[in-house]
């Protein structure tokens, strides 16, 4: 007489499977949206450092008046990529003898940011045109 040998299954059964995928897609749903957030502040700081770096720049004697931007101070981050573009504006009676800009790249990650985009003058005041209920102390912050 033979006898019948049981093998072991070493597989999923379909419900761990849809509760494995459930716990992933509830994970998903609350680390995603951080994620971005995230990734937009440290955006935006690449922004302000690159405002401030800039105005270094342009309070320095290598600058000349009226030119652009060099290379490596016209964009944010400094290397790679660019998310912002930096120019400096004509200068007024109330920005002190220059202002700086850093406008999102109209294709870029941060083309729709709730911050718009970042202005420092020489003055040191900080704000932000185009954003829609954003507090410049909050677009500004680092924390």
Not at 30 to 39: E, L, M, T, V
Request: charged fraction near 15%.
């Amino acid at each position: 007489m033979a006898l019948a040998i049981k093998q072991k299954s070493h597989a999923f059964s379909l419900l761990e499977l849809v509760v494995a995928m459930a716990i992933a897609a509830t994970l998903a749903v609350f680390a995603i949206p951080s994620y971005r957030a995230h990734i937009a502040k440290a955006h935006r700081m690449d922004a302000a450092s690159a405002l401030y770096r800039a105005a270094q720049f342009v309070e320095s004697s290598a600058y000349v008046d009226g030119a652009p931007l060099p290379s490596g101070f016209d964009q944010a981050p400094q290397a790679g990529k660019a998310i912002y573009h930096l120019r400096i504006l004509s200068a007024d009676d109330l920005n002190g003898g220059y202002a700086l800009e850093a406008q999102p790249i109209g294709n870029g990650p941060m083309a729709d940011d709730a911050c718009g985009t970042f202005i420092l003058d020489a003055t040191g005041t900080k704000s932000n045109r185009g954003s829609a209920d954003a507090v410049a102390d909050q677009c500004w912050s680092t924390r």
